[in-house]
């Protein structure tokens, strides 16, 4: 008799719980319509990053509405890595990486997650970047200045031509007189 007295209890218990579960559940407001996918403000990474890494950080400037920056992440031990991940107007996945990895194909395909070289190039902005096509994340290579500049995703070829199109850089430590056109931070006519 005892063992089913402590199985009814035990049944009861658990049905109390489930009704202080859904009860809580149906407070808590939910907005179905919310936009799952948060942004970030990176400005204040990238300023650190630009004085920090050896080589020119690369950021979008003057992309169209719909661009969204979702993470952000600099880390100077690991070869001055730097990430910023972007969704493009068609909620595509957009990623500007950089490093001063010795290997840069081997920084590549991790960053890409395994694309390989292809004999294909992109003029984009007066640079002439290499091509990379994966089975995940297609990317647009340019070593340039002892680092390798990354732009990689699941967006078309052209809106990866579009953000390595957008990126400007400023010359490593903060020094220099502002952006510039370009990952590789060339000298502007006025410097």
Same mark, same amino acid.
């Given at each position: ?16 719980? !489930? ?23 990176? +400005?204040? @990474?990238? &300023? ?9 950080? *690369? *950021?979008?400037?003057? %992309? ?10 600099? @880390?100077?031990?690991?070869?001055? #890595? ?25 920084? &590549? +395909?991790?960053? $890409?997650?395994? #694309?390989?070289? $292809? @004999?294909? $190039?992109?003029? &984009?902005?007066?640079? $002439? ?6 089975? =995940? ?11 390798? /500049? &990354?732009? /990689? ?5 052209? +809106?990866?031509?579009?953000?390595? #199109?957008? %990126?400007?850089?400023? @010359?490593? !430590?903060?020094? !220099? ?8 931070? =060339? ?5």
């Amino acid at each position: 008799m005892r063992g089913k007295q402590t199985i009814r209890g035990m049944f009861q218990s658990m049905a109390v719980i !489930g009704v202080v579960v859904a009860g809580i559940y149906m407070l808590v407001p939910h907005d179905e319509n919310k936009d799952p996918i948060r942004t970030v403000d990176y +400005r204040v @990474e990238l &300023v650190t990053a630009q004085r920090a890494a050896p080589y020119p950080v *690369a *950021a979008p400037e003057g %992309l169209g509405k719909g661009w969204r920056a979702t993470s952000v992440t600099f @880390e100077r031990e690991n070869a001055h #890595a730097w990430h910023l991940g972007f969704l493009d107007p068609d909620d595509q996945y957009v990623a500007v990486e950089q490093s001063t990895a010795q290997s840069a194909d081997k920084y &590549v +395909r991790e960053v $890409t997650h395994e #694309a390989a070289r $292809t @004999e294909r $190039t992109r003029q &984009v902005a007066g640079e $002439t970047w290499q091509y990379w096509e994966g089975p =995940k994340y297609d990317a647009l290579v340019l070593t340039a200045d002892g680092s390798t /500049t &990354v732009v /990689t995703g699941t967006a078309t070829p052209e +809106r990866l031509a579009e953000m390595a #199109a957008a %990126l400007e850089s400023e @010359e490593p !430590g903060g020094a !220099g007189g502002g952006a510039s056109a370009g990952p590789s931070a =060339k000298p502007s006519a006025g410097s």
